[in-house]
């Protein structure tokens, strides 16, 4: 080859390695990203709320006074809170612990706890509490207040020919999602 070729294809061949390199400075800068891009996704927010029942505010006692065969109402109503959110609504119920109420110590007299009646419904008659036998004090079909239902009910008794005397028994209320 003539001095004069090798000299054209020695400068074509470095015509094209900086072409080349040329490319590849441009390929490198194109990767990399320009002031003020952005790139986005999104998630999914998912909250998951459970169904709550609450009673709470429950009287922590309640007193019924008289004399033997004379029938008597609670001095002061039960009064008690119940909130949940399940929009089929709730019930309460009232349940007694044992079957009698009983006296202090070394009485050996009691109370029949079917003596005592509870006000079904506010307002409505009262129905004698019976061991292993809920009565049903309120019921509604729609969700509580969001801060709650108020409720309030009465007890009476036919106080039987017992000594004088405290008889106590515990009653269990419960708030049940329908």
Known sequence: MSGKRMGRVAMAAGTLVAGIALS?????????????DTASDTTAANVVVTGAITLTGLSSSFTLTGSPRQTVDTAD??????????????????????????????????IPVSSLLVEQIPGGPFVPLTPGTPVEVFR????????????????????????????????NYVATTL
Do not use: C, Q
């Open 24 to 36: 590849m400075g441009e390929t490198s800068s194109a990767a990399k990203a320009a002031p003020g």
């Open 77 to 110: 109503p039960v009064s008690f809170t119940v909130t949940t959110n399940n929009f089929a609504g709730y019930t309460v119920t009232v349940l007694p612990a044992t079957g009698e109420l009983l006296g202090t110590a070394g009485n050996p007299e009691t």
């Open 140 to 171: 509604k079909t729609a969700p509580s207040a969001a801060d709650g239902d108020d409720f309030s009910h009465d007890y009476r008794i036919t106080i039987p020919f017992v000594r004088p005397d405290t008889y106590t028994g515990t009653i």
